[in-house]
């Protein structure tokens, strides 16, 4: 078994603990779901690039100004939070929890703000829980490294249209999430690791539509 454990199989078992036991066990992963998730993967790197750029010239870009936060100044902690992730061993659980982040703010406090990029074609781009759980587990993460952590999170927003006349404009914004709640993952991670270790498959979650599709086809009738 795998001793590392990354932000997004936590965030698994949260979803649900079926899958996250035969993931994080055998490597037997969820069928993949297309998605516009490469828009961001072609997105990501440019804006880093042009955020540590902000940072080589002690600028920053104006949705940030606006918000009266700044970049996070340490660039050689950046580059390892990106790369390796914020990693935190837990001495008692044996298991490594990490995670890779796109970026850090800073508040005038000298507060880190939990920092991630998302890019969209949709107009209106909705804030779901899913997106406060991925800055939580990045904050609690933090905290376990000894950093002074915020309770706010943020979004750096693209949104992109296409026109009639396939000229593409974009819009960005910076939005807040306020009240992170760290406190509630050291439970999270204790029935994690309870799980990890089982050799007993957890029962189907019935609001996972992965296992009940499975399910399903398990209890068809053949005739």
């Known amino acids: 078994m795998k001793s590392k454990i990354s932000r997004s199989k936590i965030e698994l078992f949260i979803e649900c603990q079926r899958c996250f036991w035969l993931e994080a066990k055998y490597d037997i992963k969820r069928p993949e779901i297309i998605s516009g998730g490469y828009i961001g993967q072609n997105y990501d790197p440019i804006l880093k690039r042009a955020f540590d750029e902000h940072r080589k010239n002690?600028?920053?870009?104006?949705?940030?100004?606006?918000?009266?936060?700044?970049?996070?100044?340490?660039?050689?902690?950046?580059?390892?939070?990106?790369?390796?992730?914020?990693?935190?061993?837990?001495?008692?659980?044996?298991?490594?929890?990490?995670?890779?982040?796109?970026?850090?703010?800073?508040?005038?406090?000298?507060?880190?703000?939990?920092?991630?990029?998302?890019?969209?074609?949709?107009?209106?781009?909705?804030?779901?829980?899913?997106?406060?759980?991925?800055?939580?587990?990045?904050?609690?993460?933090?905290?376990?490294?000894?950093?002074?952590?915020?309770n706010l999170g943020a979004l750096y927003v693209i949104k992109i249209e296409i026109t009639e006349n396939f000229e593409k404009l974009e819009e960005r914004d910076l939005l807040i999430i306020e009240n992170l709640d760290y406190e509630k993952y050291d439970e999270i991670l204790e029935n994690l690791k309870e799980v990890y270790y089982s050799e007993k498959e957890p029962e189907p979650n019935p609001d996972c539509p992965f296992c009940n599709y499975f399910e399903k086809r398990k209890h068809i009738v053949k005739t």
């Not at 936060?69 to 990693?87: H, T, Y």
């Not at 939990?114 to 969209?120: L, N």
């Not at 779901?128 to 587990?137: M, N, P, V």
């Open 58 to 150: 002690s600028t920053k870009p104006k949705e940030i100004e606006e918000k009266g936060l700044d970049l996070f100044p340490d660039l050689e902690k950046i580059k390892i939070w990106r790369s390796k992730g914020v990693e935190f061993y837990h001495h008692e659980h044996k298991l490594t929890y990490y995670g890779k982040i796109d970026d850090l703010l800073i508040t005038k406090e000298k507060l880190l703000v939990p920092f991630d990029f998302k890019t969209t074609l949709s107009k209106n781009f909705q804030i779901y829980e899913s997106h406060k759980q991925q800055l939580e587990i990045y904050g609690y993460l933090l905290q376990k490294q000894n950093e002074p952590v915020s």
